[in-house]
């Protein structure tokens, strides 16, 4: 298995380029399903997760062309409508082939999800809103059975979540573009990435209004053509540099990212102390003043996002003064705290909350990744720490981050993988 050793105490100095979304990619893959003409991607991030993607579209019949950076999917040949257990397993977005596959070809079979490192994750809001659509759902063996009767299409409906969904926001949008009539969706994600999945859906013909805000209407079509889509900037993994290098005491400018999509984030920075420039795609930051906490609270977009929480915590052990941070979106999402206190972070919890205390430096020591932003945080810390880190388990950090010991290298951290 591999793993990561950082020398901490180097600042992060330079210039680094920021990837494609993750979290847009994703669902942008997935729409693939959607047409029998060609999905042309470019900005593509090489990250685990979109080669698990492929593997899984390909299962299906999608006959996928890669280049660097660029993905040309083409779905004439489906022949299996269905998602497997050990996909949906080791990478919940699996569930986005749901809606375009029951939209285009009236069933599909999805593996339910079950448990994941922070939290149970349930599906619930994409089913009920399927039904809502006219889908007959029942749940065989472990997976979720889609069906629309006598071979129909699925009906326009209007569709309020209970709970705020990205995924579920995005697999409605997708089956809806098909559907017979007007579909609206109510209470629905404002995510940048539900954005960028509608505005790929309309450059191939689809008729969606509102996506950006909590009311989504798409009107269904007949069919959707080919198109071609360049994928958004990495919101997350702009937010994880500009966290590292305010953590090292450094200076960097990040390029093809949009300072927009980062309100909350780069608020936060500038609360602990950072100078912040934002240019056209461009965002700098150096830290010339002593940290300090913040407190936080994790929320649905705009508000602070839940994937950046391990990392500003990791900021906020290292920050003069103590630090309130609330999780309000997976019920657990703190397992990087026991790591961080292996490092000598004064962490205390109580349910849903974090206190942290600030002190004034970490202790490098072999820790473990346990999940995505988890593993991000922990580089964080081991760039901070004196001495060395070993993070082990790096798989999660492939499945979000391309290639970051590169781009951290890059910017003269000293860190390596180690096999
Ligand atoms: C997406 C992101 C993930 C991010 C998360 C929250 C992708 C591929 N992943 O995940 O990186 O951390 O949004 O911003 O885009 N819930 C239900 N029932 C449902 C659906 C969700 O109860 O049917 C709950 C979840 O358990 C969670 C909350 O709603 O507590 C938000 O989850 P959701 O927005 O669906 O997260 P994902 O779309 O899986």
């Given at each position: 298995m591999?793993?990561?050793?950082?020398?901490?105490?180097?600042?992060?100095?330079?210039?680094?380029?920021?990837?494609?979304?993750?979290?847009?990619?994703?669902?942008?893959?997935?729409?693939?399903?959607?047409?029998?003409?060609?999905?042309?991607?470019?900005?593509?991030?090489?990250?685990?997760?979109?080669?698990?993607?492929?593997?899984?579209?390909?299962?299906?019949?999608?006959?996928?062309?890669?280049?660097?950076?660029?993905?040309?999917?083409?779905?004439?040949?489906?022949?299996?409508?269905?998602?497997?257990?050990?996909?949906?397993?080791?990478?919940?977005?699996?569930?986005?082939?749901?809606?375009?596959?029951?939209?285009?070809?009236?069933?599909?079979?999805?593996?339910?999800?079950?448990?994941?490192?922070?939290?149970?994750r349930p599906v619930d809001q994409h089913i009920k809103g399927l039904q809502a659509m006219g889908a007959i759902i029942s749940i065989e063996h472990g997976y979720i059975h889609a069906q629309v009767p006598q071979g129909g299409k699925l009906k326009g409906a209007r569709i309020f979540f209970d709970i705020v969904s990205v995924t579920g926001t995005e697999n409605l949008m997708m089956a809806a573009t098909l559907a017979k009539g007007s579909t609206v969706l109510e209470n629905a994600a404002r995510e940048p990435e539900v954005v960028d999945l509608?505005?790929?859906?309309?450059?191939?013909?689809?008729?969606?209004?509102?996506?950006?805000?909590?009311?989504?209407?798409?009107?269904?079509?007949?069919?959707?053509?080919?198109?071609?889509?360049?994928?958004?900037?990495?919101?997350?993994?702009?937010?994880?540099?500009?966290v590292a290098a305010a953590a090292t005491q450094g200076n960097i400018v990040l390029h093809d990212t949009r300072a927009d999509i980062l309100d909350t984030i780069l608020e936060k920075l500038i609360e602990a102390g950072a100078h912040i420039r934002v240019g056209k795609d461009e965002i700098a930051l150096s830290m010339q003043v002593a940290l300090k906490s913040v407190n936080l609270r994790t929320a649905p977009y705009p508000a602070f996002p839940t994937d950046m929480q391990a990392q500003f915590m990791t900021l906020n052990t290292i920050a003069e003064g103590s630090a309130m941070m609330v999780e309000t979106i997976f019920e657990n999402r703190f397992m990087h705290v026991q790591e961080l206190r292996r490092l000598g972070a004064q962490i205390d919890i109580e349910g849903n909350t974090a206190l942290v205390r600030g002190t004034p430096k970490l202790e490098g020591a072999t820790v473990m990744a346990t999940d995505l932003r988890a593993s991000a945080s922990l580089v964080i810390a081991g760039l901070v720490a004196e001495g060395e880190t070993i993070i082990d388990r790096i798989y999660h950090l492939d499945r979000g981050y391309e290639r970051i010991e590169a781009k951290l290298s890059q910017l003269g951290a000293n860190i390596r993988r180690i096999k």
């Open positions: 591999q793993k990561l050793a950082i020398q901490g105490g180097n600042s992060l100095r330079g210039d680094v380029r920021i990837s494609g979304a993750k979290n847009a990619a994703l669902p942008i893959m997935c729409a693939s399903l959607l047409s029998a003409d060609t999905l042309h991607l470019s900005n593509v991030p090489d990250l685990h997760d979109v080669v698990t993607m492929r593997k899984l579209l390909v299962q299906m019949g999608v006959n996928i062309v890669v280049r660097e950076g660029e993905l040309s999917l083409h779905g004439a040949q489906i022949d299996k409508l269905e998602a497997p257990y050990d996909m949906v397993k080791t990478m919940r977005a699996s569930v986005l082939v749901l809606g375009p596959l029951i939209a285009r070809f009236g069933e599909a079979r999805v593996s339910l999800p079950g448990g994941c490192a922070i939290g149970s509608a505005h790929c859906l309309i450059a191939m013909g689809a008729k969606i209004a509102g996506a950006g805000s909590d009311t989504i209407t798409i009107t269904g079509v007949e069919k959707l053509h080919g198109a071609s889509h360049r994928i958004m900037p990495d919101r997350i993994e702009s937010g994880t540099f500009l």
